[in-house]
């Protein structure tokens, strides 16, 4: 199927990324690194121009999420994956409460099951649907996540929790375009490898004075044996002096510096309103299409940095994407690889274009209504 369809030049996008990660590393960031010569890659992380770099991630965080004073820009090596395990050895006292609703929060509330010494509730709804985390009165950490990368679900509202417990959210594929008030989250933890441009391997957590002084509390119980690797204090230390704990690989930092700088200059309401536009792109035309429909069915869990729209079955995706890797000239949409579904899964991540959503909504059209 769809062996013989060949893209028309006017509608191939100008990058062909549109997958949910890793995501658009755009170009000109892979070039001005080359331009820094010898003077910054392969040199060491505890001098001078790597702890600059470090500073200004950190600092360029600080003003586009607009932390409070007391906030603290944490950083290390490992990917959020590692901070759902640091999460759980390092931040909770007996209990933690994981509302999910699809394989990327599921995964968290796995991790935080394997820990025996705590336990872990979790709070579910079908894959496919929406959630919104509540209070748990009997949890010390409350776990969310902003944006469910696995079926394209967002969550639209952070609760208030109780005193004794902090808000954990995993921001990982929303953070920087999905509507979210840092300063109401305790941990706000993500990896830099979507809307922030930047390549995997990176953690990056925002935490409150809250979450800061529950991991020196953890830490200072003598009785939890927490590896270096994954210990908040060593983390903590460490980004204080605008550095990583272990060495870290200096390109996605560069990288992700570079994207802040770009999202600064728009701010943070400019860049949630542009991926609303991409949102509305790709939801009428998936609505407007009788062969299309939007997998997530309530508009306020639709995500803005993820869309996922299913496919009439006589139409088989996975062969119109074979296609059009083979021709280069449009990557990464298919759908979440678990789920099994005939779906399109879009990244409308800040880099990619406007102008290159309409092309592909355009093409795949095209393809599906000419054959
Ligand atoms: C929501 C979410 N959480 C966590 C992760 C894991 O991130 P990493 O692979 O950087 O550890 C991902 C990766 O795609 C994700 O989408």
Not at 242 to 255: G, L, R, V
Request: aromatic share 10%; charged share 25%; with cysteine.
């Amino acid at each position: 199927m769809f062996e013989k369809f060949k893209t028309p030049a006017e509608l191939i996008p100008s990058d062909p990324r549109f997958g949910c990660g890793p995501s658009l590393v755009p170009m000109k960031y892979v070039e001005s690194l080359a331009k820094t010569g010898p003077h910054l890659i392969g040199t060491s992380h505890r001098k001078k121009a790597v702890k600059k770099l470090v500073e200004e991630v950190q600092t360029g965080f600080a003003k586009y999420f607009n932390i409070p004073t007391g906030y603290q820009v944490v950083l290390g090596n490992g990917g959020a994956t590692l901070l759902f395990d640091m999460v759980a050895l390092g931040l909770v006292k007996k209990k933690i409460a994981h509302f999910t609703c699809g394989e990327f929060s599921n995964k968290w509330y796995k991790s935080s099951k394997a820990v025996p010494w705590i336990s872990a509730q979790e709070i579910s709804v079908e894959v496919g649907n929406g959630i919104l985390v509540n209070d748990v009165p009997d949890a010390d950490v409350i776990c969310g996540t902003l944006n469910e990368t696995s079926t394209g679900v967002q969550l639209p509202e952070l609760p208030k929790v109780h005193e004794g417990a902090l808000l954990a959210i995993d921001a990982t594929s929303g953070a920087g375009q999905v509507k979210c008030d840092v300063s109401k989250c305790d941990v706000f933890l993500f990896s830099p490898q979507k809307v922030f441009a930047s390549e995997g391997g990176l953690w990056i957590a925002i935490m409150s004075p809250k979450a800061l002084a529950r991991a020196k509390e953890i830490y200072e119980d003598k009785s939890r044996y927490i590896p270096a690797i994954l210990s908040w204090k060593e983390a903590i230390s460490n980004s204080e002096k605008n550095q990583t704990y272990n060495t870290p690989a200096i390109a996605p930092i560069y990288f992700l510096n570079e994207q802040l700088k770009e999202m600064n200059k728009l701010g943070y309401s400019k860049v949630c309103e542009l991926a609303e536009a991409k949102a509305k792109l790709l939801y009428s035309w998936a609505e407007a299409k009788p062969y299309l429909s939007t997998y997530i069915k309530e508009d306020k869990f639709r995500s803005r940095a993820v869309a996922t729209i299913d496919v009439d079955a006589k139409y088989k995706v996975d062969d119109l994407i074979a296609v059009l890797e083979k021709e280069k000239s449009v990557y990464g949409i298919d759908a979440y690889r678990n789920l099994g579904r005939n779906q399109f899964r879009i990244a409308l991540f800040h880099n990619i274009k406007y102008e290159d959503l309409e092309k592909l909504t355009k093409l795949i059209s095209l393809a599906i209504e000419k054959y």
